[in-house]
């Protein structure tokens, strides 16, 4: 059990680190407090490929810390 937990740790640490790459930057700068934050993409970011990523960055980092919990208790 223990080599499967450390194979998925480590295709999810990669994994996690692509997703990451991938993820565009916070580029609105002061954009965002002329009110342009309220565009189509910032209302629909949960369908779009970015909100996804974001998506997928959460519940894999939060995977990825509870397993690195697992494996620290199995290894004592």
Known sequence: MTILLTVIY???GVALA????????NTEGLGSI?????SYWGKNKGRSMEGALEKFTKFGTAAFMIIALVLNILMK
């Open 34 to 38: 002329g009110g342009m934050a309220d």
């Open 10 to 12: 480590v295709l999810l």
């Open 18 to 25: 692509a997703v990451i790459l991938m993820q565009e930057g």
